[in-house]
């Protein structure tokens, strides 16, 4: 019994030593007040990096801090003026998932629409982004139909669709040039029927009717290879 106790006592004295050392190796933990005054003044001062860092590691030692809301916010926008998108969605997604009921969240869900058109272009091959940041202020404005971010979310979802219409174009002239107008054609008519309020409709109309006017000379037939 005597020497049970005894190991028992050994056992957590060693446990006690293990804990303390690796206390020790990892550094006193700072308080949240200075944690959380230095990432607020590098924000401020837009030394964002630093300010990310900081905000981080107070949330990581206090996680349930009453200023854990405004630390995660400064996070997510400090990552959105950086341009550092794709990490700017995943923070602010994070925010709506964590304060559903905040006072932000039309300016968050706007920023992560701006995140997504940011990495657009209209030309791209890849038109995900413009998709997506055309969804996104679409939701927006169904949430929030009230708020000066919806009005907007419709102003910008218009600039997706302009980048959107853009890249069927870009496509069909693709086709023109290779001489396959109906395939060219079906671009354009793709575009005048999704995206009739953009400019590039305009166009699509006009390629439209330069094919019927002048359409590509049918491709020649194969030769004979045994001759006639």
């Given amino acids: ?22 206390a020790c190796g990892a550094g006193p933990v700072r308080p949240e007040d200075e944690l959380y005054r230095d990432a607020s003044l590098a924000f401020e001062a837009e030394n964002y990096n630093s300010s990310i860092e900081d905000y981080k590691k ?9 200023k854990a809301e ?3 916010f400064n996070i997510a926008y400090a990552y959105y003026v950086t341009e550092q998108y794709p990490q700017a969605i995943e923070a602010f997604s994070d925010f709506e998932r964590l304060y559903p009921v905040s006072p932000l969240l039309p300016f968050v869900s706007y920023t992560i629409g701006m995140c997504y058109l ?56 693709f086709y023109r040039e290779k001489e396959r107008d109906e395939a060219a054609a079906a671009r354009y008519r793709f575009v005048l029927k999704t995206y009739p309020t953009t400019e590039a409709a305009a166009r699509a109309t006009q390629r439209l009717n330069e094919i019927t006017a002048n359409p590509s000379p049918p491709p020649k037939a194969p ?3 045994k001759g006639s």
């Fill in 223 to 225: 030769e004979d290879p």
């Fill in 58 to 66: 107070m949330l990581e030692e206090y996680p349930f801090s009453d």
């Fill in 118 to 173: 940011g990495q657009a272009k209209s030309d791209d091959r890849d038109p995900s982004a413009s998709e997506a940041a055309l969804r996104q202020f679409e939701r927006l404005s169904q949430q929030f139909p009230k708020s000066i971010y919806a009005d907007l979310a419709r102003y910008r979802a218009q600039e997706a669709r302009e980048n959107l219409a853009l890249h069927e174009l870009v496509v069909g002239d």
């Fill in 70 to 72: 405004t630390a995660g």
């Fill in 1 to 22: 019994m005597i020497g049970t106790a005894t190991r028992l006592g050994s056992a957590l004295a060693s446990l006690a030593m293990v804990s303390t050392l690796c």
